[in-house]
């Protein structure tokens, strides 16, 4: 399983450190990726990275702005979340599909966390 931890309340222009913690799963072996989904909204990808060797993905205005990263050791992914803005307010997950490189496609994920809520607000 996947558990998200790290959400909260930040105001605009703020920064938050978002995690994923795998339990049972070994993250080293899977491709895993931040979603965010706000009220009223389709579910967005949001950055990905391949646990096999470390690459980076990045879709959208996200780039530059939001950094995703791994530490093996811990078995944990990290999404760092630079100058917020309201935009970026919504339920955070990570999932994880097995596997390497660009796979983070939303309805082909094998394991989903339960979420994180991310208030931009002033």
Do not use: H
């Amino acid at each position: 399983q996947l558990v998200e931890s790290g959400g909260g309340l930040v105001k605009p222009g703020g920064s938050l450190r978002l995690s994923c913690a795998g339990s049972g799963v070994s993250l080293e072996w899977y491709s895993i990726g931040w979603f965010r989904q706000a009220p009223g909204k389709d579910r967005e990808g949001v950055p990905c990275i391949s646990g096999f060797d470390d690459r980076t993905y990045y879709r959208g205005p996200v780039q530059g702005r939001f950094t995703i990263s791994i530490d093996k050791a811990k078995n944990t992914v990290y999404m760092q979340m630079d100058n917020l803005n309201p935009e970026g307010a919504g339920d955070y997950y990570c999932a994880a599909r097995g596997g390497s490189g660009d796979i983070c496609n939303g309805p082909y994920m094998d394991v989903w966390g339960r979420g994180t809520l991310v208030t931009v607000s002033a």
